[in-house]
């Protein structure tokens, strides 16, 4: 898996997290003014551990 940054048409950082075969799996799903807030949200990501619950409905 890799994660992917980027700026936006609107100049705002995202990042995408995509699978070993290439499909997207996750996203940022909001645009970040710094790169570094953007690069945190990424961090997050990786640092969910497997311990995090599921809820279902």
């Known amino acids: ?10 100049n705002q950082w995202r990042w995408a997290l995509f699978a070993p075969n290439d499909k997207k799996i996750a996203d940022s799903g909001e645009g970040y003014w710094n ?23």
């Open 1 to 10: 898996m890799f994660f992917y940054l980027y700026e936006d048409k609107a």
């Open 35 to 57: 790169k570094a807030d953007a690069q945190r949200g990424i961090e997050l990501v990786k640092g969910t551990h497997h311990a995090t619950p599921v809820y279902e409905q």
